[in-house]
């Protein structure tokens, strides 16, 4: 059996349309993050955004922007700041991770690695609020 130019030339554009299937993903999610344990608002996150959100000159109402209420509401923030499930697009994840940019919060001290995680985690969970 002899195999023609176009025949070499099928088989390598199947190959090269297959191949990204081969290759898996390349994600910045944990694998399983679904079978961590759980991350609720409460106490967990809501500990995180009052230690970190309600000082003065940030959400204690001495500045523009909302409250502190609007940052420790867990009804205010899922509706507001938070997609449940995806935490790349939820306005919260996206300020907290922005650590070189202007729109971080807060603002001049980010949030530790540790504290920025439990978000992503509470946040592609479901956000649930609490125990």
């Known amino acids: 059996m ?3 130019k176009s025949g ?3 088989l390598a554009g199947t190959l090269l ?3 990204p299937a081969l290759i898996p993903s ?12 759980k991350v609720y ?11 970190s959100c309600g000082m003065t000159g940030c959400h204690d109402g001495s500045a523009e922007g909302f409250l502190i209420k609007d940052t420790t509401d867990y009804q205010s923030i899922k ?19 922005d650590i070189n ?3 971080m919060m807060p ?18 969970q479901g956000a649930l609020e609490k125990k």
Request: with cysteine; hydrophobic share 40%.
């Open 41 to 51: 608002f409460n106490p967990q996150v809501y500990d995180i955004l009052f230690r």
């Open 79 to 97: 509706d507001n700041y938070v997609v449940p499930g995806d935490p790349r697009g939820s306005k919260l994840y996206n300020v907290i991770t």
């Open 2 to 4: 002899t195999i023609t």
């Open 107 to 124: 603002p001049g001290i980010a949030l530790t690695k540790e504290q920025r995680t439990i978000i992503q985690v509470w946040i592609a």
């Open 17 to 19: 349309c297959l191949l």
């Open 8 to 10: 070499i030339a099928i």
């Open 26 to 37: 390349c994600t910045h999610d944990p694998v399983g993050i679904q079978d961590l344990e």
């Open 101 to 103: 940019g202007e729109n």
